[in-house]
């Protein structure tokens, strides 16, 4: 198994503020001696019948590399924007039909336009940003002017925007090619990526397996190292449990951290935005310093600079504290082997300095699960009921979706007030177990990802599910009390299936969550230490 230094040694071109002499030749000769040119230069002789085979199937450092340093050799000129568009084209077309994780793919000949444009950009002197000719694929419930969002819904199979969100119009800002959408489940209800338009996503790490949700394709995508980054959104899990699933960090950040829009609605829609997934935290940081920082539009989005995040992540940890919330007491039912895999993982936080103990919120969990369900109504019906009222769109709709909106429509407005008064004695708990504790960490979820021709998993340790998110209970409490959530990955079962753990700061405190889960990486190593066999 290669090490991230066999794979990127500091031998190899490193960039520097020189002007880069753009010639065909010193491009090839950096990418010969960084191995890109692909499978060729490790055989005996050279290529052969044998050799062009396996430079057809081996992926190109190109795509297996870090986004920061894949932005770094993009910026030096090391490597051209086409090549990094081919290269992970290429990938694509391999890649992809196995997992079906990216959709709506884009004509290769207008993408290889657009990465020509970004190169003519850079000879000119115009460089737009640390994405510049990265590709893209947003979550398809996130708008793209001039490639459809489908959102998953046969309803809006054929729609395509005029607009683009806010998060989309920053990254096209800072240079990136958007390449396609990453697949959702419809409308991003539940936490299994599978729609009516597109189909089944796959596990990266095991293609019988789900993928999570609603990022899944996302997540998978990234582990596939089909981006180099990712953009999600979460309301249920949806950046923590397809990363868990995959290997892979998923940050859901503070309320109001990440502008979402533009929408009609701007002052109540708090429980589900966009947040970055990487294969590193340094990545996904990156990332989050292009989504994050204020917009006009959106009144309550953090008007902190988002520079913060570009800095640097290390810290030390020497006598940190962490509150173990587990399965809260036994109240959270979990599959054989979830509670021990994600306990092994503590150990990555106690190496880097920091102290585990046992802890317990004084809040009764049964009604943050009525809370939940109250809120979680009211928004989706908040937004689908024109698609109800109308018996023939009604008709595509999933059978969720409908539950969701029924359960709203019966909905009086005392008790949404209900729901929000115990929503922030959630919080209050939580901000009270912070007096005592620096972060607190759970699973990411309560089950290993399941069969993927399986809808949800209809119980857990034999404990019934009575609603089709219900397996998902533990990522409600970060959600509903709108703080900083990492998934970082805690290793695999005796099956190969990953997992990972929610490590949870306090309110705002994004960039100490962040930093911490660096520390952690870089104790620990998952994600470059077992890739998916598909690779």
């Known amino acids: 198994m290669q090490t991230r230094d066999e794979l990127f040694p500091e031998s190899f071109p490193q960039p520097d503020d020189q002007p880069h002499d753009p010639a065909a ?60 568009m081919s290269a992970f084209l290429d990938h694509i077309e391999r890649i992809n039909p196995k997992v079906n994780a990216l959709v709506s793919l884009q004509e290769r000949d207008g993408l290889l336009r657009q990465a020509d444009e970004r190169d003519a950009q850079l000879a000119r002197g115009e460089y737009l940003g640390w994405m510049h000719g990265m590709p893209q694929a947003p979550k398809d419930l996130t708008a793209t002017a001039g490639i459809p969002t489908t959102q998953g819904s046969p309803l809006f199979k054929d729609y395509v925007p005029r607009q683009d969100s806010i998060i989309v119009e920053r990254v096209r800002r800072q240079g990136a090619i958007l390449i396609g959408k990453s697949n959702t489940p419809e409308f991003g209800l539940g936490s299994a990526t599978y729609n009516t338009v597109f189909g089944t996503t796959l596990n990266a790490y095991d293609p019988s397996r789900h993928a999570g949700g609603s990022s899944g394709g996302a997540a998978v995508a990234l582990a596939a190292r089909m981006l180099p980054v990712a953009d999600g959104s979460d309301m249920m899990g949806s950046l923590r449990n397809p990363a868990a699933w995959n290997n892979v960090f998923g940050f859901r950040p503070s309320q109001g951290r990440v502008p979402f829009g533009p929408t009609g ?27 994050a920082g204020h917009d006009a539009r959106v009144p309550m989005s953090s008007s902190e600079d988002p520079a913060v995040f570009a800095g640097s992540l290390q810290r030390d940890f020497r006598g940190t504290r962490i509150g173990w919330l587990g399965d809260f007491r036994g109240y959270l039912p979990m599959e054989a082997g979830v509670l021990e895999l994600c306990r092994q993982g503590l150990k990555g936080f106690e190496a880097v300095g920091c102290t585990v103990e046992e802890a317990m919120p004084e809040y009764p969990m049964e009604q943050l699960w009525q809370t939940w369900l109250t809120l ?24 969720e979706a409908v539950w969701e909106i029924e359960g709203g429509l019966n909905l009086t407005g005392a008790d949404v007030w209900r729901a929000t008064v115990q929503r922030s004695k959630w919080y209050e708990a939580l901000r009270k177990l912070f007096e005592r504790y620096d972060y607190l960490v759970l699973p990411s979820a309560q089950v290993f990802p399941f069969d993927a021709g399986q809808h949800w998993p209809a119980e857990i340790a034999g404990r019934r599910m009575d609603t089709y998110h219900r397996w998902m209970e533990v990522v409600t409490g970060g959600t509903l009390a709108g703080l900083p959530i990492l998934n970082v990955p805690v290793g695999f079962n005796a099956q190969g299936l990953p997992m990972g753990v929610q490590l949870m700061g306090k309110a705002q405190a994004d960039l100490a969550v962040l930093q911490l889960g660096h520390a952690y990486e870089q104790a620990t190593g998952w994600v470059q230490a077992r890739r998916p066999a598909l690779l």
């Open 25 to 84: 030749g010193s491009r090839r000769d950096f990418l010969r001696n960084a191995g890109l040119l692909g499978a060729a230069a490790l055989l005996p002789g050279g290529l052969g019948a044998a050799g062009t085979a396996m430079a057809a199937q081996a992926p190109s450092d190109i795509v297996m590399a870090d986004a920061v340093a894949l932005s770094a050799w993009i910026k030096a000129r090391k490597v051209s924007c086409r090549e990094v």
């Open 265 to 291: 609605e701007v002052f109540f829609q708090q429980l589900g935005y966009e947040g970055p997934m990487g294969r590193t935290v340094r990545d996904l940081a990156m990332l989050l310093s292009v989504q």
């Open 376 to 399: 979680r109504h009211w928004l989706v019906a908040g937004l689908a009921t024109p698609l109800y009222n109308d018996p023939a769109k009604r008709a595509l709709l999933k059978p």
